[in-house]
């Protein structure tokens, strides 16, 4: 079987190969794994002219939403591994294993790069009775049960960092109200139907400077430089160390088995993309944090990611599986 | 105009279902029993989604709206086994006639062949085998409204907005490409 | 003053003023044509004009968005196809009056008053932006779940036939609803362990099987029939005509603006909510409803385009989106360097005057194109079954394909097709089938988070309702409408007014 899927996979790159020199000889297609307008959507909308530009090619992005972004991922796994179809995705399949919610996740797919990260904080409604993380906490101590935090649902930002907390300081009993986006429930938090979200910083940072919601803590190892006056949560609880800097992220990736070529030029084209001003000044006004890294670094980053995070979700009780099921070792081991 | 003249009765806007008031169509008890059969298994299935376990589950409204399919239908079932059947009326010529089960099954292969063969060759042999039967007319004027329209809707959905259908056996992406690169090297 | 020159910007640019001809022109055709969609057709404007600056940017999706909810319509009287959600209403009494050769008039009056509704809308997003947008996120979980309850209710006025039925109908589309993977906990629902389910059914799906391919399939059973013959002589409304529906036009845009600026409902539950109004206020219309009645043009049309400018109020002050469209806009914002969110108002407020006025003048150029072009339009009704046909399932079948590049969304529509195909036969309506797939989510989730936050208590639940005071009304207007609609409403007022008489 091994050895068919090995001769399957070699012919193919042997017939792509022959092909190659004009890569890319049609258009290219891009999944976008969020719907339109998300932050997902965004970046990838706006890192791809640039990128096609130097490409030389024409790339198609469509929008393939549903099952959590299980259809976009299993569409491209399952499309032909020739580089003419691309995953414009976020970190969420790498939590799909454990969550139960596929059995692909980016072990299947090449990174072509990974754009950039984002910083998560704490935020909270104007008339929250609490100013910062610790009297957060201090209030959530006195009102078991009471206060209103924000979710996207199993493996999303927010259980992530529920989960660190829980972790760090040993319970958090809140309530925990369920939305279908950090967008949702953001408008939520305004209006005053939950207290506490945890968001990604570009989300929350208009709100923030115009007063319509008040910042907790960073989810970082320092204050960013967006919201300086914002302390990190680790000068809080140095406890938080362990787990940080961590971040959702967005990337683009190809099916395995590609031919290297051609992951080379996508590489070196979205490399080259991701250093274009104008992007680089819009992820820096949303607070995210280029990395633009690819190859053994952006393989190395992931297989990082999901080790730190599968197993923060795992010790926190909250995944359908555990990690060791897959083979993702405990970070450190 | 209480009496509903048999060639009429089709139903054609939504404002004023076909059904027959107080009389039974052919096939409509069956049409009603299969809903309650198909409500029941659905609130079967709902009930499999997590139960009694509390009030926002996410089985809680799925099983409540079942449990409405479900009466509902039953009540219809009754009414609808109480009604005399409708005079001349038979279930091949007035419900399912040979024409349209003819298109439904067109439609199930041109759903079928849609991902092997491609968008373009099914498309046009639908369009061609479908304007053929229904307008009777020659070929060439056959062949010429059907593959114009399709033109013009692979124009507007592949070009302009660019959906990606099923290429299948066509090299469309490549054909475009050629047709770019002509362009952008005549720009340049 | 300054507000007054930024506001002026569109007029005084001839390019600009290009750009949102050219956009309303297309957002027509692209609304008519069921399975594209103003959402699709800006999301691919965000990549066609990334290098350009972001005036003429958003000056054409605003002329798409604000053609192409008209252009809904179209479709929806001469085929009975609505081309867009926010058109279905429309179909009610548009599609009967194409049936007797009165489309040319019917579309006259939906322009008129899509017209009249869009003015409504922009003149609110421009002079009360900031206190709706308040109202709006004052709406908790609680107050969309009784929301929806609302909307449910219409199923009552939308099932003429059978109001069981119309129950049973409503029922289902709830539970179409809920296919695939739960939003909020990510549990499959009616998926039967089947991948292809997970994703769920798109309802874009559902509404053109419903409406495009069961239509076609039953205008197979007399293809040989000629076309019904449109006048379309008198195509502007006479000025009479206009001002008796103005009161009806303008409440019925209210609550197309106000539905419109709440993040979470759009356009097609603010026209049906107008239909179901028109229905309630109006005592003697000159036609039944379903029949052709002009007040069951008038509301769903007003009120679709009104909430346009209600979509706009939230992500103007907030940067919150009202409707899909304006979350891809926000985002087309941002990609050209702009921060949407609430400063943007204070930062730039230019942005926001022009977009005011770039929305005005779509709505002019949409009275334009809609009142002129329409014999096109009628022609396409009067083309040979035996072409129409074909071609109606063909675009069924792209359409529904578009929606989410998915083949499963094609197979869910054939099904849908052949299935709306016996519920016509049958006696049972279609309307509610859609209102319930519009609707599920919003009910749905509303109430589990409702629920969820008030630590699964009931009874802390129905406190939460009865001391606020907008869900306190929204209860209120729920149990009328309900008891207003079972018998035993109508003998109560049967026996009252004999009362009086005596």
Same mark, same amino acid.
């Given at each position: 079987?091994?050895?068919?899927?090995?001769?399957?996979?070699?012919?193919?790159?042997?017939?792509?190969?022959?092909?190659?020199?004009?890569?890319?000889?049609?258009?290219?297609?891009?999944?976008?794994?969020?719907?339109?307008?998300?932050?997902?959507?965004?970046?990838?909308?706006?890192?791809?002219?640039?990128?096609?530009?130097? !490409?030389?090619? @024409?790339?198609?992005?469509?929008?393939?939403?549903?099952?959590?972004?299980?259809?976009?991922?299993?569409?491209?796994?399952?499309?032909?591994?020739?580089?003419?179809?691309?995953?414009?995705?976020?970190?969420?399949?790498?939590?799909?294993?454990?969550?139960?919610?596929?059995?692909?996740?980016?072990?299947?797919? @090449?990174?072509?790069?990974?754009?950039?990260?984002?910083?998560?904080?704490?935020?909270?409604?104007?008339?929250?009775?609490?100013?910062?993380?610790?009297?957060?906490?201090?209030?959530?101590?006195?009102?078991?049960?009471?206060?209103?935090?924000?979710?996207?649902?199993?493996?999303?930002?927010?259980?992530?960092?529920?989960?660190?907390?829980?972790?760090?300081?040993?319970?958090?009993?809140?309530?925990?109200?369920?939305?279908?986006?950090?967008?949702?429930?953001?408008?939520?938090?305004?209006?005053?139907?939950?207290?506490?979200?945890?968001?990604?910083?570009?989300?929350?940072?208009?709100?923030?400077?115009?007063?319509?919601?008040?910042?907790?803590?960073?989810?970082?190892?320092?204050?960013?430089?967006?919201?300086?006056?914002?302390?990190?949560?680790?000068?809080?609880?140095?406890?938080?160390?362990?787990?940080?800097?961590?971040?959702?992220?967005?990337?683009?990736?190809?099916?395995?088995?590609?031919?290297?070529?051609?992951?080379?030029?996508?590489?070196?084209?979205?490399?080259?993309?991701?250093?274009?001003?104008?992007?680089?000044? !819009?992820?820096?006004?949303?607070?995210?944090?280029?990395?633009?890294?690819?190859?053994?670094?952006?393989?190395?980053? !992931?297989?990082?990611?999901?080790?730190? @995070?599968?197993?923060? !979700?795992?010790?926190?009780?909250?995944?359908?599986?555990?990690?060791?099921?897959?083979?993702?070792?405990?970070?450190?081991? | 105009?209480?009496?509903?003249?048999?060639?009429?009765?089709?139903?054609?806007?939504?404002?004023?279902?076909?059904?027959?008031?107080?009389?039974?169509?052919?096939?409509?008890?069956?049409?009603?029993?299969?809903?309650?059969?198909?409500?029941?298994?659905?609130?079967?299935?709902?009930?499999?989604? &997590?139960?009694?376990?509390?009030? &926002? *589950?996410?089985?809680?409204?799925?099983? *409540?709206?079942?449990?409405?399919?479900?009466?509902?239908?039953?009540?219809?079932?009754?009414?609808?086994?109480?009604?005399?059947?409708? &005079?001349?009326?038979? %279930?091949?010529?007035?419900?399912?006639?040979?024409?349209?089960?003819?298109?439904?099954?067109?439609?199930?292969? %041109?759903?079928?062949?849609?991902?092997?063969?491609?968008?373009?060759?099914?498309?046009?042999?639908?369009?061609? *085998?479908?304007?053929?039967?229904?307008?009777?007319? &020659?070929?060439?004027?056959?062949?010429?409204?059907?593959?114009?329209?399709?033109?013009?809707?692979?124009?507007?959905?592949?070009?302009?907005?660019?959906?990606?259908?099923?290429?299948?056996?066509?090299?469309?992406?490549?054909?475009?490409?050629?047709?770019?690169?002509? %362009?952008?090297?005549?720009?340049? | 003053?300054?507000?007054?020159?930024?506001?002026?910007?569109?007029?005084?640019?001839?390019?600009?003023?290009?750009?949102?001809?050219?956009?309303?022109?297309?957002?027509?055709?692209?609304?008519?044509?069921?399975?594209?969609?103003?959402?699709?057709?800006?999301?691919?404007?965000?990549?066609?004009?990334?290098?350009?600056?972001?005036?003429?940017?958003?000056?054409?999706?605003?002329?798409?968005?604000?053609?192409?909810?008209?252009?809904?319509?179209? +479709?929806?009287?001469?085929? $009975?196809?609505?081309?867009?959600?926010?058109?279905?209403?429309?179909?009610?009494?548009?599609?009967?009056?194409?049936?007797?050769?009165?489309?040319?008039?019917?579309?006259?009056?939906?322009?008129?008053?899509?017209?009249?509704?869009?003015?409504?809308?922009?003149?609110?997003?421009?002079?009360?932006?900031?206190?709706?947008?308040?109202?709006?996120?004052?709406?908790?979980?609680?107050?969309?779940?009784?929301?929806?309850?609302?909307?449910?209710?219409?199923?009552?006025?939308?099932?003429?036939?059978?109001?069981?039925?119309?129950?049973?109908?409503?029922?289902?589309?709830?539970?179409?609803?809920?296919?695939?993977?739960?939003?909020?906990?990510?549990?499959?629902?009616?998926?039967?362990?089947?991948?292809?389910? +997970?994703?769920?059914?798109?309802? =874009?799906?559902?509404?053109?099987?419903?409406?495009?391919?069961?239509?076609?399939?039953?205008?197979?059973?007399?293809?040989?029939?000629?076309?019904?013959?449109?006048?379309?002589?008198?195509?502007?409304?006479?000025?009479?005509?206009?001002?008796?529906?103005?009161?009806?036009?303008?409440?019925?845009? +209210?609550?197309?603006?106000?539905?419109?600026?709440?993040?979470?409902?759009?356009?097609?539950?603010?026209?049906?909510?107008?239909?179901?109004?028109?229905?309630?206020?109006?005592?003697?219309?000159?036609?039944?409803?379903?029949?052709?009645?002009?007040?069951?043009?008038?509301?769903?049309?007003?009120? $679709?385009?009104?909430?346009?400018?209600?979509?706009?109020?939230?992500?103007?002050?907030?940067?919150?989106?009202?409707?899909?469209?304006?979350?891809?806009?926000?985002?087309?914002?941002?990609?050209?360097?702009?921060?949407?969110?609430?400063?943007?108002?204070?930062?730039?407020?230019?942005?926001?005057?022009?977009?005011?006025?770039?929305?005005?003048?779509?709505?002019?150029?949409?009275?334009?194109?809609?009142?002129?072009?329409?014999?096109?339009?009628?022609?396409?009704?009067?083309?040979?079954?035996?072409?129409?046909?074909?071609? =109606?399932?063909?675009?069924?079948?792209?359409?529904?394909?578009?929606?989410? $590049?998915?083949?499963?969304?094609?197979?869910?529509?054939?099904?849908?097709?052949?299935?709306?195909?016996?519920?016509?036969?049958?006696?049972?309506?279609?309307?509610?089938?859609?209102?319930?797939?519009?609707?599920?989510?919003?009910?749905?989730?509303?109430?589990?988070?409702?629920?969820?936050?008030?630590?699964?208590?009931?009874?802390?639940?129905?406190?939460?309702?009865?001391?606020?005071?907008?869900?306190?009304?929204?209860?209120?207007?729920?149990?009328?409408?309900?008891?207003?609609?079972?018998?035993?409403?109508?003998?109560?007022?049967?026996?009252?007014?004999?009362?009086?008489?005596?």
């Amino acid at each position: 079987m091994n050895k068919f899927i090995l001769g399957a996979i070699s012919a193919l790159t042997l017939s792509a190969g022959a092909a190659l020199a004009e890569y890319p000889e049609k258009e290219i297609q891009g999944i976008i794994q969020w719907g339109a307008g998300g932050s997902t959507d965004t970046v990838m909308r706006s890192v791809t002219p640039h990128a096609e530009e130097a !490409l030389g090619g @024409t790339i198609v992005m469509q929008n393939m939403t549903g099952g959590v972004g299980a259809i976009a991922l299993n569409h491209v796994a399952d499309s032909d591994a020739d580089g003419y179809t691309l995953l414009m995705g976020a970190e969420n399949p790498l939590l799909y294993k454990v969550m139960g919610l596929g059995d692909k996740d980016y072990s299947d797919f @090449t990174p072509i790069s990974i754009l950039a990260r984002g910083t998560p904080m704490l935020v909270a409604n104007v008339d929250a009775p609490f100013n910062d993380y610790a009297e957060m906490m201090a209030y959530i101590k006195e009102n078991p049960g009471e206060v209103r935090f924000g979710a996207t649902g199993p493996g999303g930002l927010p259980s992530v960092v529920t989960g660190m907390i829980t972790s760090v300081e040993g319970g958090l009993d809140v309530i925990s109200v369920p939305y279908d986006g950090d967008g949702p429930a953001l408008t939520a938090l305004q209006g005053g139907a939950i207290d506490v979200m945890p968001a990604v910083l570009g989300a929350a940072i208009e709100g923030i400077r115009a007063g319509n919601m008040k910042p907790l803590a960073v989810f970082d190892v320092e204050a960013n430089a967006k919201l300086p006056d914002v302390p990190a949560v680790t000068s809080f609880n140095d406890g938080y160390s362990t787990y940080l800097p961590w971040g959702p992220f967005f990337g683009v990736f190809v099916a395995n088995g590609t031919p290297d070529d051609v992951v080379a030029k996508l590489g070196a084209a979205y490399a080259e993309g991701a250093k274009n001003d104008e992007f680089i000044k !819009l992820m820096d006004d949303r607070g995210f944090t280029m990395m633009g890294i690819s190859g053994q670094e952006a393989q190395d980053f !992931l297989t990082k990611w999901q080790q730190g @995070t599968t197993w923060l !979700l795992q010790d926190a009780g909250l995944t359908k599986a555990s990690p060791e099921d897959f083979g993702i070792a405990r970070p450190g081991e | 105009m209480d009496q509903i003249d048999p060639d009429h009765h089709d139903g054609t806007s939504d404002a004023t279902p076909g059904g027959v008031e107080a009389k039974r169509r052919p096939g409509e008890l069956g049409f009603a029993i299969f809903l309650l059969l198909a409500s029941l298994g659905l609130l079967w299935s709902a009930y499999g989604i &997590s139960g009694f376990e509390a009030l &926002s *589950a996410p089985g809680t409204v799925p099983m *409540a709206t079942t449990a409405v399919m479900v009466v509902t239908a039953l009540i219809v079932v009754v009414k609808t086994a109480r009604l005399p059947r409708i &005079s001349g009326e038979t %279930f091949s010529r007035d419900i399912l006639p040979v024409v349209v089960l003819v298109f439904a099954a067109f439609l199930v292969a %041109f759903g079928v062949a849609l991902e092997p063969l491609g968008f373009l060759p099914t498309a046009a042999l639908f369009l061609i *085998a479908a304007i053929k039967i229904l307008a009777r007319r &020659s070929w060439l004027w056959t062949l010429a409204v059907s593959l114009c329209s399709l033109a013009l809707i692979w124009l507007i959905f592949r070009i302009v907005f660019t959906v990606l259908m099923p290429a299948g056996i066509v090299p469309e992406a490549e054909f475009i490409q050629f047709f770019r690169n002509l %362009f952008s090297g005549a720009g340049e | 003053m300054t507000a007054l020159w930024d506001f002026l910007t569109v007029f005084t640019q001839p390019q600009l003023l290009l750009l949102v001809g050219l956009g309303t022109f297309a957002g027509v055709y692209v609304g008519a044509i069921p399975g594209l969609s103003v959402t699709m057709a800006v999301s691919i404007l965000i990549s066609f004009t990334f290098s350009w600056d972001v005036y003429p940017a958003i000056s054409l999706m605003i002329g798409i968005y604000m053609g192409g909810v008209y252009g809904g319509s179209r +479709t929806a009287i001469l085929l $009975n196809i609505p081309g867009a959600p926010s058109a279905i209403a429309t179909a009610l009494d548009g599609y009967p009056l194409a049936k007797r050769g009165e489309a040319g008039q019917a579309i006259g009056v939906t322009t008129v008053m899509s017209f009249i509704g869009g003015f409504v809308g922009i003149g609110v997003l421009a002079l009360a932006a900031p206190l709706v947008s308040d109202f709006a996120l004052r709406f908790q979980p609680r107050d969309y779940m009784l929301l929806a309850v609302l909307g449910i209710l219409l199923v009552g006025s939308l099932s003429q036939g059978s109001l069981v039925k119309g129950i049973f109908a409503g029922a289902l589309g709830i539970a179409i609803g809920a296919v695939g993977r739960d939003p909020l906990t990510f549990t499959e629902r009616f998926t039967f362990d089947l991948q292809i389910m +997970t994703g769920g059914v798109s309802f =874009i799906a559902v509404m053109i099987g419903m409406f495009g391919v069961s239509e076609a399939l039953l205008q197979l059973h007399h293809v040989d029939k000629d076309a019904v013959r449109q006048k379309i002589t008198r195509i502007v409304p006479s000025l009479s005509t206009v001002r008796k529906h103005l009161p009806l036009s303008l409440q019925t845009s +209210t609550i197309g603006v106000v539905i419109g600026a709440l993040p979470g409902t759009g356009g097609d539950i603010a026209a049906l909510m107008a239909y179901d109004h028109a229905k309630r206020v109006t005592k003697n219309p000159e036609r039944a409803f379903g029949d052709g009645a002009m007040e069951g043009l008038v509301a769903p049309e007003t009120a $679709n385009n009104a909430a346009v400018g209600g979509a706009f109020i939230p992500m103007m002050t907030l940067g919150i989106p009202g409707d899909a469209v304006t979350a891809i806009m926000i985002g087309a914002l941002f990609i050209h360097g702009l921060n949407p969110g609430p400063m943007l108002m204070i930062d730039q407020p230019d942005m926001f005057w022009f977009i005011v006025g770039a929305l005005v003048t779509a709505n002019i150029f949409m009275l334009i194109f809609g009142l002129t072009g329409i014999r096109l339009f009628t022609k396409i009704v009067e083309m040979p079954r035996s072409v129409l046909i074909p071609l =109606i399932m063909l675009l069924s079948i792209v359409g529904a394909y578009a929606v989410n $590049n998915s083949l499963t969304d094609v197979y869910w529509m054939l099904g849908f097709g052949v299935f709306g195909y016996f519920m016509r036969h049958y006696g049972y309506p279609l309307g509610p089938v859609i209102l319930g797939v519009i609707l599920s989510r919003l009910l749905d989730d509303n109430w589990r988070r409702a629920i969820i936050s008030e630590r699964e208590d009931f009874w802390r639940f129905m406190g939460g309702v009865v001391s606020s005071p907008l869900s306190l009304t929204l209860l209120i207007a729920v149990i009328l409408i309900f008891v207003s609609q079972t018998p035993l409403w109508s003998r109560g007022k049967a026996r009252l007014f004999r009362k009086k008489e005596s």
